[in-house]
């Protein structure tokens, strides 16, 4: 007989619902069969399912009166606190309570708990420009752990919030992070000082960008639409962001470097106060201050001036170029 | 008079609560509450000009293309940019992948599976119906995943991922496309149209799109096997077509350079931006009726007589629905034209104009995508001025979406933000007029023992109302 299916519930707050519309980009297989593939059943998803009203209230009530078994609650979106500690500014609709009291309440009753996404991880988006609304992470509030259910919190399985972050996750890095929850094949070493799953966040974004020619010979990007390395110039982090963003890829072929535009480290708390312009790079005395993890400032500053002045006319030429303006030589002699 | 409180209302993208007063077995008056407020026009003074292309689109995940554009145009407006014509393209292919998705999750995940509740176990058309479209486990799903999720590959070809790109930038796309991707293009659009040819509609798109008038789509109807057939045998037996009519009077900003921007009030009338006003009166916020270039967003939680965080924006002072029924009527597609002079606007009319688009719009992206020309340039450059100002003005899948941008000492000093759910799902105004959706419920039968009435569920959904857009 297969084992009784987990129990999923899924709460959206202070978010734009971004990584569920995300999650519906899963393939091979769709997202409905990974589920039932993986054994998990969806008590209740505010986007999928039938229930509405009064019908979802008593599941919700269920789960939190402890009349239903809660295996994994995913929290999509940031807890909002505010006005003034009230939470307010979520009342879940149909039951005059604050959303943040709900979270708490259905918190302590799961086996697991995911923060899926930045903002349910550490506020994200939500806690921009001076954070109007009081949003907060589950466990962390930015990158000071705490948070809604303090730092000390752990779920009935005995892991701490898995913060599945990222604006928005892939739907591979949650659909991953259930399917091994369901194998129990997920423990405390599986996550990274940032409680985020190690499978996506021990990579650098940076791995498998195709403009990795370019960041070699530092031939820089000036504009939007340019070919060359963006990390000197147009705010780049990808060597600096944990994430598996350009060998995992994004609806099919995509990644943010792929698509153009600069890496904003979405997966990292304080995401979104860089304390520059998301699109230029900071710098001092034109070196950029945000360097490659785990590159020690001189040996960059030396490899830099060294590989700058090596560059290719080709590589040099492309990368303030909209497509290719030189094509690699043909060789005559055949290739050795 | 019994008063019910409804809510969540979940398949609308966000959290809504409906607050209904019954009299006599009908709806006495509604108010809608959007119970969710993040700030982000409070988030946005202070910035760089620029940084609206990131934090923007996070107001939303399924209208983030939309967003990114609107915050595109109004900077390209502020810094007086106009885009190549493959920056252009660019953004019309990638605005119409993310809409017609929208439309596509909409009929299949957001408003068909309240069709398969056991409350209509008896109706003739309940047992096609339920296999087809129940929530989670309904045969749909396994067609129509797939298939919008391979068609979502434009996005990462064209812009990176979906949601929240930054490709789109004021001077047109960051993406450059070579030769063979843009053959790549070509060749997923094509699954996609084969898609909609055989499940949703069971025809050629263009002869869906060519439907001019009511006689011809009975005709159409007639042995017709598809997703749409199906949803209008159902759409009769139930009378939708009578059912959700608010103000008829309609608002769009226009799409594509293909459906042009426009107020219908029984005729067209041009769209003047400077008729737009945002009302406060019952929303918790502080402050006075105001025009949105120089309106304010500050929060009020215990001000009297408001019952939602959203603001009530009016077009000459009047109340406007937005939306694809909007855009078809604005834009002067015959049938809709017909439906709605011989019916008035419905459940029916909005997701039979929702799913004409899919027919319409397609046969132009490949178009757009022959277009393309690799070599020419993406985007264009300009310095970004100290002062100014800017407006957008796009339609996202749901409506008519703007954007009010002043920039002062390089700096934005006010980011102001309507969204198409702002304009249908407003609250009452200051002279006590109700907003579209509760004008749409006021005088329909329900139950006053139902604690979720299914028919207040189509009308509400009909509108696909995306509510983190709509406070935001």
């Not at chain 1, 708490?104 to 988006?125: E, K, N, P």
């Not at chain 1, 020690?296 to 090596?310: D, E, G, H, R």
Request: glycine share 10%.
């Amino acid at each position: 007989m297969p084992p009784e299916p987990l129990n999923l519930l899924w709460l959206q707050s202070g978010g734009c619902g971004g990584c569920t519309l995300s999650l519906l980009n899963a393939e091979h297989p769709h997202l409905f069969t990974h589920l039932e593939d993986a054994g998990i059943r969806l008590l209740w998803h505010p986007s999928l399912s039938q229930a509405s009203g009064s019908e979802a209230l008593d599941i919700l009530a269920a789960c939190a009166e402890g009349r239903e078994r809660l295996d994994i609650l995913c929290v999509e979106g940031s807890v909002m606190t505010g006005p003034h500690g009230t939470g307010r500014f979520h009342m879940l609709s149909g039951t005059g309570r604050p959303m943040m009291s709900w979270v708490l309440d259905l918190a302590v009753r799961a086996r697991h708990v995911l923060a899926v996404g930045s903002c349910a991880a550490f506020g994200g988006i939500t806690a921009s420009g001076g954070n109007p609304g009081g949003a907060m992470g589950l466990q962390f509030d930015g990158e000071h752990p705490g948070g809604l259910l303090g730092a000390g919190f752990r779920a009935g399985g005995g892991l701490p919030v898995i913060n599945v972050a990222g604006c928005p996750t892939h739907p591979g890095w949650v659909l991953d992070t259930l399917l091994a929850l369901a194998l129990e094949r997920f423990s405390g070493t599986d996550l990274d000082p940032l409680q985020r799953p190690r499978f996506y966040a021990d990579h650098l974004v940076h791995h498998g960008c195709p403009r990795n020619e370019f960041y070699e010979f530092k031939a820089s990007a000036e504009k939007a639409s340019d070919q060359g390395c963006m990390m000197e110039n147009m705010g780049c982090k990808g060597t600096q962001a944990h994430a598996d963003c350009n060998t995992r890829l994004w609806n099919g072929s995509g990644s943010c470097l792929r698509g153009g535009y600069a890496c904003v480290s979405c997966t990292e708390p304080r995401f979104e106060e860089p304390g520059h312009p998301f699109a230029e790079t900071p710098k001092v005395a034109g070196i950029p201050i945000g360097l490659p993890t785990d590159m020690p400032k001189a040996w960059f500053v030396a490899l830099a001036a060294l590989s700058k002045s090596a560059t290719p006319k080709r590589v040099r030429e492309n990368a303030v170029a909209d497509h290719a303006v030189v094509t690699p030589a043909v060789k005559k002699t055949g290739l050795k | 008079m019994t008063t019910r409180i409804l809510g969540p209302f979940n398949r609308v993208e966000g959290d809504l609560e409906v607050h209904l007063d019954i009299a006599d077995g009908k709806v006495a008056a509604a108010r809608v509450n959007s119970p969710l407020y993040r700030g982000f026009e409070q988030m946005l003074p202070g910035k760089a000009p620029l940084d609206a292309l990131v934090i923007v689109p996070r107001i939303c995940g399924i209208c983030s293309v939309a967003q990114s554009a609107a915050a595109a145009a109004a900077l390209r407006d502020f810094m007086g940019l106009a885009p190549p014509p493959n920056g252009l393209l660019a953004e019309h292919l990638v605005t119409a992948c993310e809409n017609l998705a929208d439309h596509l999750s909409h009929f299949y995940l957001f408003f068909m599976p309240d069709f398969a509740r056991p409350v209509y176990q008896d109706r003739p058309w309940f047992p096609a119906v339920a296999t087809r479209f129940q929530a989670v486990s309904g045969s749909a799903a396994n067609d129509m995943l797939p298939a919008r999720a391979e068609f979502m590959h434009l996005m990462g070809l064209m812009a990176g991922k979906w949601p929240h790109t930054l490709s789109l930038q004021p001077g047109g796309s960051a993406r450059p496309l070579e030769h063979s991707e843009i053959l790549r293009l070509i060749t997923l659009l094509r699954g996609f149209r084969r898609f909609l040819e055989r499940h949703v509609f069971g025809d050629a798109l263009e002869a869906v799109a060519g439907l001019d008038n009511l006689a011809a789509l009975a005709n159409w109807r007639q042995g017709r096997v598809g997703d749409l057939s199906l949803f209008l045998n159902v759409a009769e037996d139930l009378g939708l077509d009578r059912l959700g009519r608010a103000g008829d009077r309609f608002l769009s900003h226009g799409a594509y350079d293909l459906f042009p921007a426009g107020v219908w009030d029984g005729d067209n009338a041009p769209l003047d931006p400077a008729a737009i006003v945002e009302d406060v009166s019952h929303a918790w916020m502080a402050g006075e009726a105001l025009p949105p270039a120089r309106g304010m967003t500050q929060p009020l939680p215990d001000k009297a007589d408001a019952y939602t965080w959203c603001k009530a924006p009016r077009y000459g002072g009047q109340v406007v629905e937005t939306g694809a029924l909007a855009r078809q009527m604005v834009a002067g597609h015959p049938l809709i034209r017909e439906w709605v002079a011989a019916k008035g606007g419905s459940v029916t009319a909005r997701v039979l104009a929702r799913l004409l688009e899919l027919a319409i719009v397609v046969p132009e992206m490949e178009r757009w995508a022959k277009a393309l020309t690799p070599g020419e340039p993406w985007c264009h450059h300009a310095e970004l001025p100290d002062e100014g100002v800017g407006i957008g003005l796009v339609e996202a899948a749901r409506g008519s979406l703007g954007h009010w941008l002043a920039v002062r000492h390089g700096r934005i000093a006010n980011y102001q933000i309507i969204a198409p759910t702002t304009w249908n799902f407003s609250p009452r105004d200051a002279g006590g007029v109700p907003g579209a959706l509760e004008q749409a419920l006021a005088g329909m039968a329900v139950d006053a023992d139902d604690p979720m009435p299914v028919a207040v569920q189509h009308v509400v959904r009909s509108f696909d109302p995306c509510m983190v857009c709509t406070v935001h």
